[in-house]
DNA sequence: CTGTATCTAAACCTAAAGATTTAGATACAT
DNA sequence: ATGTATCTAAATCTTTAGGTTTAGATACAG
């Protein structure tokens, strides 16, 4: 363990960049502050894991865009890889998709190429101190991607999720066990009814559903959000 | 419509807030600032989706804890009137959970009423420039629990998923036609084999999910993220 | 108070699903 | 060459699932 207290004790930060010349600039640049320290620098996803396993650097400053590995594997391998390493996204391209799946799967922050290096130099000191951020330009960006995914799926729910509002409370009931793999027979023991009542209602969801078995009904369920009544309440915790 | 080239334009805010004093003194704070206006205040949120319709702010600032109508709601309602209004959230509560959740149904931002009044001033102008913004002190969290949400869906697939591998690429295909709501007879067809075929791979698949029957092999595939050879070709795109 | 919706449940039947055993045809590795 | 895994498929049987009709008991609104 690195003491903190240590005044001599620099970021320890690894490069990855498939460009050799990038690689170069920015290890120029990250070796003029003088609480930052290039400790090694690849052009290469693979051979910089076994330099992350070889360095334990603080932080790891990994271009997006590489032609073997690119980066989004990349991070969930250096993730997986249980150290304390925390990666930095770097990328030319300005793209709400890559900025969303680079957090997504663990990225500490995402700096374009084209900003200020100082950018860079913020992130890599924000990042040390345990903080996820990204620069104010890419914000936006993000959340209206994080908040797109939600309202398509939402979307999706209530265009053809109608058909479940025609299903009465019990016949809910039902389908939520259903969903959850009982057979009629469950249901039945479940519920306090006969098996007969319960192929009853269980006919008029497939009607109501339009759908020919179970199975069917399991998965209109599961695509179009059924949430049961009950659940519903349990979940809307304010 | 107003005239953005107005020079006498002021950002038009509308306030929510169950607490009255609170309510007022954030009134009088907004109305401080000169490019800022109060145009409307509620101490509850149905009379408030009122005041929206019939003032159509700019910004609706508001308060997330109330008793009647808790504040996700509302802003869901509010996004669901397709006006331009923009929500910026304001709680007293630095909860992770609760920042996520305003973020994801359609919040601008999300002040904490601890922290100074220029924050929100700020937000305001941000938010009304088209920005999402979240404050420094609030990133890291959001960007935590957005993570982790995605570390826990890939452990659970993990370590049930496991029994998914034990399946035969033939298995496989079956099975994903049966997540598709196909019955036997469908599955035999389309993949050229008797039904005594499918049954057979089914009876294998049971055993090897250690489930009973088709629904349950189906929920056991989709809770554990199975994806079929074919498609992972199809959806693996870099 | 009467029609409508809902929940209950029976009888009856057909079709599909699930369990089990056996076995031929490949293919692949030791 | 011989064992192992996989894919195929049949026969046979039991158990669910699914379809249809009918009907009693509430409950609720016009």
Chains 1, 2 share one sequence.
Do not use: W
């Amino acid at each position: 363990m690195r003491s903190c207290s240590d005044f001599n004790t620099k970021i320890r930060v690894l490069l990855i960049d498939d460009n050799y010349n990038h690689l170069m600039g920015i290890r120029e640049l990250i070796n003029l502050e003088n609480d930052i320290d290039v400790v090694a620098a690849a052009t290469n996803a693979n051979i910089a894991l076994n330099l992350i396993k070889k360095y334990q650097p603080d932080i790891v400053v990994m271009d997006m865009n590489m032609p073997e590995k690119d980066g989004l594997t990349a991070i969930q391998e250096i993730e997986s890889l249980d150290s304390n390493v925390k990666v930095i996204a770097l990328t030319a391209y300005d793209d709400a998709d890559l900025i969303f799946r680079a957090m997504k799967v663990g990225a500490k922050s995402y700096i374009l190429k084209t900003m200020a290096s100082s950018q860079l130099m913020n992130a890599i000191r924000e990042v040390m101190q345990g903080k996820i951020c990204l620069p104010q330009g890419l914000t936006t960006g993000f959340f209206e991607y994080f908040q797109n995914s939600f309202k398509q799926k939402e979307k999706a729910q209530n265009a053809a999720g109608s058909l479940l509002a025609d299903l009465t409370s019990r016949e809910e009931e039902v389908l939520d066990l259903l969903t959850q793999g009982h057979n009629y027979k469950d249901v039945a023991n479940i519920l306090f009814i006969s098996e007969t009542t319960v192929k009853t209602h269980v006919n008029n969801i497939f009607q109501k559903l339009q759908v020919n078995d179970r199975t069917q009904a399991v998965l209109y369920a599961l695509n179009n959000g059924f949430v049961s009544k009950r659940k519903q309440r349990t979940t809307t915790v304010a």
